[in-house]
Structures are given as structure tokens and as C-alpha cells.
């Protein structure tokens, strides 16, 4: 079993920036892709971005692409999302996820991933 642990959210105006966190403890699969999506009240979870293990590959939603970054450090364990220039559209819960093995090619989908965090709730005030 895996736990990931999401931190790093809170309320921010609009402009504003933050940076999400996601640590993942228990048994992991070697070469795990990790995703981080968003879900809105009342609207279903979102795709926002994921990464490859190595980092080498990373795809990102087109509602923040250019705003966001997804990053990663295995050594530390984290998964990271800068978030620049936000939008009070961007307020949702953030949930960061892993998939079983290397990312595939459906990345954008939920089903993709295997484990997910609690969420941590990310505002922005206009």
C-alpha cells in the first residue's frame, strides 16, 4: 500500500503563487510516473499535470500550461507544483496520485493512477 501526503495549499489572491508538495511513503513501484489533479466543487477531477520518474517527460492541462510547473525530486521523495500567476478558476482541493508502474499514455485520466493523497484545498481570492 502507498500514502501520499499533499501540503503546500491555502489562500492566495489572485496573482499569487504557490507551491504544492506530495510525499509518497510505503511500497512503491520503481519508475512511477505521479500525476496531480484538481476537482472543483461540484465539477469532476482534472487532469493538471504529470511526470515520468526520471523527469525527463512531463504534459500539463492547456487551462495551465505556461502558469504551472510539475517537478519531482527522488531523492527527497517529493512531487512538486509551482503554481504562478493564479486564478480564482484554479480554486479546487489538489490530489497528487501515482501510477503502479511507468506512466502511460493516458496520464490525463484518472484511471491512470493507482494511489491518491486526501487533496489539499488550494483558494484564490480575486
Known amino acids: 500500500q502507498v500514502q501520499l501526503v499533499e501540503s503546500g495549499g491555502g489562500l492566495v489572491q489572485a496573482g499569487g503563487s504557490l507551491r504544492l508538495s506530495c510525499a509518497a511513503f510505503?511500497?512503491?513501484?520503481?519508475?512511477?510516473?505521479m500525476g496531480w489533479f484538481r476537482q472543483a466543487p461540484g465539477k469532476e477531477r482534472e487532469f493538471v499535470a504529470a511526470?515520468?520518474?526520471?523527469?525527463?517527460?512531463?504534459y500539463y492541462s492547456d487551462s495551465v500550461k505556461g502558469r504551472f510547473t510539475i517537478s519531482r525530486d527522488n531523492a527527497k521523495n517529493p512531487l512538486y507544483l509551482q503554481m504562478h500567476s493564479l486564478k480564482p478558476e484554479d480554486t479546487a482541493v489538489y490530489y497528487c496520485?501515482?501510477?503502479?508502474?511507468?506512466?502511460?499514455?493516458?496520464?490525463?485520466?484518472?484511471?491512470?493512477?493507482?494511489?491518491w493523497g486526501q487533496g489539499t484545498q488550494v483558494t484564490v481570492s480575486s
Open positions: 510505503g511500497r512503491t513501484s520503481s519508475s512511477y510516473g
Open positions: 496520485a501515482t501510477s503502479r508502474g511507468r506512466i502511460p499514455n493516458t496520464y490525463y485520466s484518472t484511471t491512470a493512477y493507482a494511489f
Open positions: 511526470i515520468s520518474w526520471s523527469g525527463d517527460r512531463t
